[in-house]
């Protein structure tokens, strides 16, 4: 495929979505199973990859070794559960929760950039008093009510891809662009689009467009609101697909996350050997997430700003081509 010319440089393949300022209420942590109001369960899911998945092992693998077999002398090979390639659940819970704080009044917990440009950066959450996210998710002595399991493959088989080469944001030498009026413009989202190669890089193995992989999480004293938060994190109303892996600016990593089926466990089952579990699936567990959507947004958990804008940048499908060159 004929690559762009790098004289110009291509538009920008990422949008911001504005940082709200957090609101911090008293939280309920995971020592204790509440009743009544609370949600504690499993939700099984499927994902299906839209664009090719890359999720680095941080190691290669002999061309020799990998399926289809290349003349290539290494290949970066795809992450892995035993041999089955598969997305980590802390990557999974990273994406995830980088929605949830962006379309809910939470902080800002992960970044590189100066914290002093960051609107509304301080003061920051504490164990007994956070935002939605940071209650979700834990932060320092405050364990994660949210717990993601590795998704595996299970439809599919690993392809080649040659990754364009990228290289980190240069925000010092960017701030026109990142920034606006002295603060951050706020969190970055890289669009969908059509993924462009680039012939001239060693290849690395991607799970291929219209692959399925099964994953499940766990959560334990959700309330309501913050169940039906969670659910449009994921992106389960359909109205985004998510971006996670490598070669996000290039349009890779593109996936849409599907229910499965939804397991609610009470209070008092946690003390029987074999807890019942109350499984719900197909209609109803569409009219349950509505129900706990409806209760997100009645307790102004969802910022329908931040939402609407997310939407604009992750929709999909999108037909845009995504830049192999200087951007």
């Not at 949600?39 to 994902?47: E, F, H, P, V």
């Not at 992989?213 to 449009?232: K, P, Q, T, V, Y």
Request: net charge positive; glycine share 8%.
């Amino acid at each position: 495929m004929k690559r762009q010319s790098e004289q110009a440089a291509s538009p920008k393949p990422y949008d911001f979505v504005p940082i709200a300022k957090p609101v911090r209420t008293k939280t309920v942590g995971r020592e204790q199973v509440r009743g009544q109001g609370y949600n504690s369960g499993r939700l099984t899911y499927q994902i299906l990859t839209l664009s090719p998945l890359f999720v680095a092992a941080g190691s290669y693998r002999l061309g020799q070794d990998v399926s289809p077999r290349t003349d290539e002398p290494v290949v970066r090979d795809f992450y892995r559960v035993g041999n089955q390639p598969a997305i980590p659940g802390s990557s999974l819970k990273g994406v995830v929760r980088s929605v949830v704080e962006t379309i809910s009044p939470s902080c800002v917990t992960v970044t590189r950039l100066d914290p002093r440009l960051i609107p509304h950066a301080s003061p920051k959450c504490q164990a007994e008093l956070a935002c939605p996210a940071c209650s979700m998710f834990g932060r320092m002595s405050r364990m994660s009510k949210v717990t993601f399991i590795d998704a595996r493959l299970v439809k599919g088989s690993l392809q080649l891809y040659r990754l364009p080469a990228l290289f980190g944001p240069r925000v010092r030498q960017a701030g026109q662009i990142y920034q606006e009026q002295g603060k951050f413009k706020g969190r970055k989202f890289y669009y969908h689009g059509q993924p462009v190669e680039d012939d001239r890089q060693p290849p690395v193995e991607v799970v291929p467009p219209d692959s399925l992989l099964r994953g499940e999480l766990h959560f334990e004293n959700l309330s309501d609101a913050e169940l039906g938060l969670l659910i449009l994190g994921l992106g389960l109303d359909a109205s985004f697909a998510l971006k996670l892996g490598g070669g996000k600016p290039t349009c890779l990593g593109s996936i849409q996350i599907q229910p499965g089926e939804l397991n609610l466990i009470g209070a008092a089952d946690f003390l029987q050997a074999e807890p019942p579990s109350q499984s719900i699936a197909g209609e109803a567990m569409v009219d349950v997430m509505l129900e706990k959507v409806r209760a997100a947004y009645g307790n102004k958990l969802i910022l329908s700003k931040q939402l609407e804008k997310l939407r604009e940048i992750w929709r999909y499908p999108n037909d845009r081509r995504c830049p192999d060159g200087m951007y």
